[in-house]
């Protein structure tokens, strides 16, 4: 049965309409808000907003310096772009150089980063960690990018079913392997897609603790007055280790 309601959406601040099929609100991407001034906004982008603000007030992100992998043009990646001074868009173009700016985004290798260290306050990406091959090499590059204290915010599907993450795509010497069916996800950079090369268990943030050392909270959010339900609501928010005096 089809299910309606009001809730104050975390990006804009404001109470809007939200429909969904079901009362649990399970399709991930359908919970879409009537009238959004950002466009449109899926769940994981309220819940993403939700964690940033809850972690800097929303007023002072103006001066903050912020690097986003791969943002689409909606939700929580418009709003930053159009509020903060400081905010870098990445994006993954292989056959260009990296560093140079493409299409507005700066061509970036998230695994082997051109940014300085201790630049950003805040790097966030929202469903992009499955399409890497080593996603705790770009973790390390993106600690390093961060400055003390600072954050790195994502969103990543993870199933419920999973005790342990399993990786699903490899690019070896000979080429790419894929165990399984292939999987597809939408790409704001590339119509054809990205392909899925981890699929992700309730063990991943142990496994990030390990590899790479940051202090980890995840937050699976269930909050119908925030728009807020659903499956794979989880936010990963890893803050990188201040210098000590």
């Known amino acids: 049965m089809a299910i309606a309601l009001e809730a104050r959406c975390p990006i804009c601040n404001l109470i809007r309409g939200f429909s969904a099929s ?23 982008h309220r819940a993403l907003a939700k964690a940033l603000f809850s972690l800097h007030p929303r007023e002072q992100f103006a001066d903050l310096r912020i690097h986003e992998s791969s943002p689409a043009p909606i939700g929580i990646s418009l709003w930053l772009r159009q509020n903060c001074k400081f905010y870098i868009m990445s994006g993954y173009f292989p056959q260009i150089p990296f560093g ?22 805040f790097v966030i990406h929202l469903d992009v960690m499955e399409h890497l091959f080593d996603p705790f090499q770009a973790l390390r590059e993106i600690q ?22 399993e990786q699903v795509g490899f690019l070896e010497a000979d080429g790419l392997r894929i165990v399984g069916t292939p999987e597809y996800h939408g790409n704001p950079q590339d119509p054809e897609g990205s392909l899925v090369t981890w699929r992700y268990g309730y063990d991943l943030p142990y ?24 499956p794979m609501t989880e936010v990963y928010i890893l803050k990188k280790h201040c210098v000590e005096t």
């Open 144 to 165: 390093r990018t961060l400055r003390p204290g600072g954050y790195c915010v994502f969103t990543a599907p993870t199933y419920p079913e999973r005790t342990q993450s």
């Open 100 to 121: 140079e700016i493409v299409h507005g985004l700066r061509n970036e290798n998230l695994e082997h980063q051109t940014f300085d260290d201790n630049v950003f306050d």
């Open 207 to 230: 496994l990030i603790a390990k590899a790479v050392g940051f202090d980890i909270e995840v937050r699976r959010g269930y909050s119908p007055v925030d728009a807020i339900m659903g």
């Open 22 to 44: 079901d009362d649990y609100w399970s399709c991930r991407d359908e919970l879409q808000p009537t009238g959004c001034p950002y466009d449109t906004c899926l769940t994981r």
